[in-house]
């Protein structure tokens, strides 16, 4: 069938980021397109510019034959282009029906009100359509995640999609409803509608996928069709890029196990335990996907989050972590994930925020001496070379890179026994990338065991002296650095045993 | 702190300005003297106030609270004959312990202060009217504590004790809120709660903290306010100085957003306020338009910060582009 | 759903005290206009009429906030337990005529404290506002001969019993050299009613006569003056029988005040309606204005007074 969707040669650049470059996909009725790429590669940014969220520094988008270049949000769901979003985008508080039709809801003749009947009257066909077996005015908040993702699918439907973009559909289903999920795919496949699926799921890509795009630092690797689409392939291209070498050796071997964690269980995956033991001197990479459970991990270890379960070993000696300024107490620090939010005061001076958890330093009988707080946030700032004006620059008004070393010049001022990295370099430019990397090696050689999560393959690859892969929950397989490929990280991260560079498939 | 506060003590002279010039006997020190007692009086639930505002919280009970203290402190001196010192520590216990049981409903139970404490207005309320049978408690005729008259509304060469005792716990305030640690959490927890959570802040704790100095602060206000009318009348006692108090708080600099505020500002506001009461007497201004003058000055002077803020932002930001403009070109010399 | 339902089995519980004794007697309620010690002579008269007449039920009830809404709600709940009779002082007889209305067509309503003439009622019983002010007026015709600058202090100076007592003294003192130079409101907050006369002092140094209107006043103003050390220096006057008031009296320092009598209203009122309710309505004047005459307390009556007062609010 001719295709009705084409973009050509997209394009788009952030400020010192270039996340795609010369993208073209066409979209044929009917077809299921899997897109597959490691985190960052560029996937949810094409998705924003078919949603008309963003648009392209450069090529076209072509409807029907139709030319453009940029689409609108309007124009994008005119065009029957539809999302189900990771996120779902659903009212908890209203009923089934009426999120279906949210923001055209129809009216009643006279005073305008919501008409329920005809309401109720057109999702009804649509749910009965993909067997969804609860009434239309059940709650939101009621229906599990694989109902509401089915309802999302509905949704798309009553926009008359023709193209419904699924991301992400079945990281948080079951076996079972991932199976239905999929049959709801083949069904809306066989009626004409056309499915981009995006997952790192490459099992279930391999099932459902026509033909497969895969994309790799904002550009197209390659494409496989059929046949051709096997998990060897398909990772093969997700990965193969050369990578520059960021690795420095540190000064001298890893020491003794510092942290050990046993039968660590977190909220997020109750029934997965982790068991990791993280060395003096070393960094230790924590790699896997996104919603593997590493942020809650780290979460749970600094005491923002109750363990399940388990315990935590620090220096030979068992301790627990209830808060986080018990965590503080022993030692233990985090870089949180979230800089903007968990990390600083953003309308606060730089000085406030480099002595916000060690403020009682500075204090003498209760009384916080300026003078000294000064005298520490400027040395923090000559050692990690923060650029501002002073030390009572706001925060808010610093680059990213700059930002996250006035996080890490808090904790350094503290003689931190385990940091905690969540994330460390997301949004920073490449120069302020590499100074945290020496930073980090600095303070693993001054024997501070270093904990990096990290979801930048190549930062994981380059940087860590030793990694652990987690998938749902649980350290799916450690890694010595003769070992290290993206290859094998994909592995262990996709949920395959076997965290040597073989794998079986299929 | 000083720079931020400044325009509103601009605000302070210009209207104090202008009453003095209509009318000379403001500066009169007989009538500065009046107004500072009651800025004495107004002053110290509104320090309690902007500290419970500064972590984006509200008290709406402490009109209400000074009714149900007051009533029970005249009646501990009348009824009871306890003795005015032990009945003082009682009535300000009392005041920390409706404090701590807020800040426990908001930090540990999860309610929202507003709800909390506007309960906390009806129940008090409800609870001194029954309390007296809706009877107005006073003092008999003649009736006299002379220690505790000379604490309360005593004049030293014409400065209000209250207006000292004020000061004094201003000065206090001014540094556990600037210069301790607890402040410093505070601002924290009042700008990025979960920041400074992330920092070990233990935020809950910060949280109650404040509306159990309130509490205590009303407790001691409650006292005065009693001291000052030696009647009370259960049913109208204290209504609306809950708003008075957010009134003085908001008008000093601190945002119902929270994180922002100042004690010196504070003062300033309560001073402001107290002055606006002051000239609508003074100036012959009917008394029906007391609030609408009020709102009207309230609303000027936080526009009119707000404003000016937004001003100063802007200008330090292009300072901030400017230093780091040239910064890199000096890096990229090197 | 859930909470209007219990809010109303709570009201229906209030009410049913009352409805259970309209069963076998007739119920009277006087109904104040909010809670004060004033009210606590009147409920005394109310007693002392019940036990001269045991076959009434006689109640007195306070609204439970000093609000027009809440008072009608009051007297239309009691209407609906089936009450024979209802004494109201209005909270705002102007406002209220309709609502009172209501309530004279359902059942026998008197008005006390304020009137509302146009409302149906069958009588009103009180003082009358002008006539207290009238007094007052003439307590400040003795005390200042030679004239004087009076300023005159109230919580509500819209509200009509202000206004009257307001007038009534003005009428007395038209053409002599006393003069009201200004009236200053205080909301019914004490703690501004003392500030107001603090004000006046530093605002108006030729002042020499205050005018306390709401029965709080003149305590909040012999308070002010004593720790301006201006007690004896102002001729102080006004309304009502605050302990400070008669104690000032007593002690010199103010020259008189009017009393109104709420023992009589509740005791007369009370037995007016049984009266009434007996068929009898020949005592009533045409204009349905039963007046209790206010009097005046000075120095040489305040101790009986005292006395008296104390043993009607059964403090004696």
Known sequence: MEPFLELEGISKAYPGVQALSDVSLSVAPGEVIGLIGENGAGKSTLMKILGGVTEASAGAIRIDGESRKALKVEEATAAGIAFVHQELNLFDNLDAAANVFIGREPRTPFLKLIDRKRLNAAVQPLMDRLGLDFAPDTSVAELSIAQRQLLEIIKALSLDARVVIMDEPTSSLTMSETRRLLSVVDELKRNGVAIIFISHRLNEVQECADRVVVLRDGRISGRLDGGEITHERMIRLMIGRDLKSLYTPPAAPAGEAMLELAGFRTAAFPESAVDLALRRGEILGLAGLIGAGRTELARALFGIDRPLGGTIRLGGRNVSVKSPDEAIALGIYLIPEDRKQSGLILDDTITANISLANIRAFASSGLVSTALEEKNAAAQCRALRIKAPGVSTIVGSLSGGNQQKVVLGKWLSMKPRILIFDEPTRGIDVGSKNEIYALMRGLADNGVGVLMISSDMEEVVGVSDRMAVMHEGTIAGILTRDRFSEEAVMQLAVGHSGGDGSHTTH | MLKKDLGLLILLIVVAGIVAFLNPRFISPINLSNTA?????????????????????????????????????????????????????????????????????????????????????????????????????????????????????????????????????????????????????????????????????????????????????????????????????????????????????????????????????????????????????????????????????????????????????????????????????????? | MKRIALMGAAVALALSSVAGHAADKKTLVFVANGASDFWKAAEAGVKKANSELPNYVMQFKYPSQSSAAIQERLMDDLVAAGVSGIMVSAVDPKTETDALAKIAKQTLLLTTDSDAAKSGRVAYIGSSNVAAGKQVGEILKKALPKGGKCMAFVGLPGADNAKERIQGIKDVIKGTKIDIVDVRADDIDMARAKRNVEDTLTAHPEVNCMLGIYSYNIPQIYQALKEAGQLGKITVTGFDDDPITLGGIKEGTVAGTVVQQPFLWGYEGMKDMAKILGGDKSFIPKDGLIIIPTKVVDKSSVDEYAKELAKMQGKG
Request: with cysteine; proline share 2%.
């Open chain 2, 37 to 334: 007692n009651l800025v004495g009086l107004f002053g110290l639930i509104s320090i309690g106030q902007g500290f419970v505002i500064i972590t984006s919280g509200i008290d709406l009970s402490v009109g209400s609270m000074l009714a149900l203290l007051g009533v029970i402190f005249i009646d501990l001196l009348t009824t009871y004959q306890m003795n005015w010192a032990l009945a003082v520590i009682v009535i300000v216990l009392a005041g920390t312990g409706l404090g701590c049981i807020h800040g426990f409903l908001i930090t540990k139970l999860k309610m929202q202060p507003f709800i909390v404490t506007l309960c906390g207005l009806l129940l008090y309320r409800g609870i001194a009217r029954w309390y007296t049978d809706d009877a107005t408690a006073g003092f008999a005729f003649g009736q006299s504590f002379p220690s505790l008259e000379w604490l309360t509304t005593g004049r030293v060469h014409g400065v209000p004790l209250t207006f000292v005792v004020f000061v004094l716990i201003a000065i206090v305030m001014g540094v556990v809120l600037h210069r301790s640690v607890f402040g410093r959490h505070l601002f924290a927890v009042g700008r990025n709660e979960e920041a400074a959570r992330y920092s070990g802040i233990k935020s809950e704790r910060v949280i109650a903290a404040t509306y159990i100095i309130l509490g205590a602060l009303s407790g001691l206000s409650s006292i005065y306010f009693a001291m000052y009318t030696r009647s009370i009348s259960p049913a109208s006692h204290g209504t609306f100085y809950e708003l008075y108090a957010i009134a003085a708080a908001v008008l000093g600099g601190c945002s119902l957003r929270g994180g922002e505020g100042s004690v010196f500002g504070i003062v300033l506001g309560t001073m402001l306020l107290q002055v606006l009461q002051n000239l609508v007497n003074l100036l012959g201004i009917p008394s029906s338009l007391n609030f609408a003058v009020m709102g009207a000055v309230i609303l000027i002077g936080v526009l009119a910060d707000q404003q000016l803020v937004k001003y100063r932002n802007q200008r330090a930001a292009a300072r901030a582009r400017g230093a780091l403009a040239t910064g890199d070109k000096a890096q990229a010399a090197e």
